[in-house]
């Protein structure tokens, strides 16, 4: 199968050269030209990518970098892969949106086309659905298939190990999806929608922010304290409900640190005490 990939960052190029090694054939897209020109030599930028991997699907024909729209026709299935940075405190979707706008130029009837980008739940049937129709003139879950299934990077790296969380906006749609990440990933876990897979990602960003941000409060206490805070980690940690110890860091984006605050500002405040009595 055709494959394109938009966007050879960090989640997209481990994604592409993968891809490619199972046997589809894969167009790497990204508006970057200089990465374009990088991936074209051979020479990966991503750490989990390394450059005799690149070099070998470039060799083999199996993966070509472009920069050009027009080498995206006649894809069976493309997935999206592009940063959502900050823009006011809110995640930007304009690069989704005109991703969006250049695979419909090149949809047709039967192909599948699935996000993968970090956002928030609704993106894929609000946002992603109705550009690609409007573009396309064809009708999602009638004419092409569509789908979310969010990248599980952990701790900055790639892991084919890690379970795939897959979703379409229909069955045949999920049934599309799954089949194309079943042949890259160990594990694919489908779920009943987009929303369900787009509020699990939030869940997963949100449990890891609020874990490490409540370990590094601990670790300014420990110091406080004059206490050891790995020692107190590990000791805690052979509890059984505390097992999924975390440790002091930084280790979460922008992007994560936006979803969580836009996830929790819709928690409405602890009633006055007062109000109560």
């Known amino acids: 199968m055709q494959a394109v990939v938009a966007g050879q960052g960090y989640v997209g190029l481990p994604l592409a050269v993968r891809a490619a090694e199972v046997g589809h054939r894969v167009v790497g897209y990204d508006v970057d030209t200089h990465r374009v020109q990088q991936l074209a030599a051979g020479q990966s930028y991503v750490r989990d990518v390394d450059s005799s991997r690149l070099r070998a699907v470039l060799d083999s024909g199996a993966y070509t970098a ?20 900050l823009r006011d405190g809110v995640p930007d979707l304009s690069c989704i949106e005109s991703c969006a706008r250049t695979l419909g130029g090149h949809l047709r009837p039967g192909a599948t ?33 569509a789908g979310f299934s969010p990248e599980r990077i952990g701790n900055k790296r790639w892991s084919f190990d890690t379970p795939k969380l897959v979703s379409g906006i229909d069955a045949a749609s999920l049934g599309a999806v799954k089949a194309f990440y079943d042949g890259i990933f160990q594990t694919t876990v489908p779920v009943s929608g987009t929303k369900v897979a787009e509020l699990a990602k939030l869940v997963e960003n949100t449990f890891r ?16 304290l004059g206490v050891n805070i790995w ?9 059984p409900f505390t097992r999924s110890a975390r440790q002091p860091s930084g280790d979460f984006t922008p992007a994560e640190r936006s979803l969580y605050r836009a996830a929790t500002s819709a928690i409405p405040p602890a009633p006055d005490p007062a109000f109560l009595q």
């Open 113 to 145: 086309v699935v996000l993968e980008s970090t956002t928030y739940p609704g993106t894929t049937e609000e946002l992603l659905l109705p550009i690609l129709e409007e573009v396309s003139g064809l009708e999602g879950g009638v004419d092409f298939l």
């Open 209 to 224: 922010f609020v874990n490490i941000s409540l370990v590094n409060e601990m670790a300014m206490l420990a110091a406080s």
């Open 66 to 85: 472009t920069g050009d729209a027009a080498a995206l026709a006649g894809f069976g299935i493309a997935v999206i892969t592009v940063p959502t940075p």
């Open 231 to 239: 020692e107190a980690i590990d000791a805690a940690a052979t509890k």
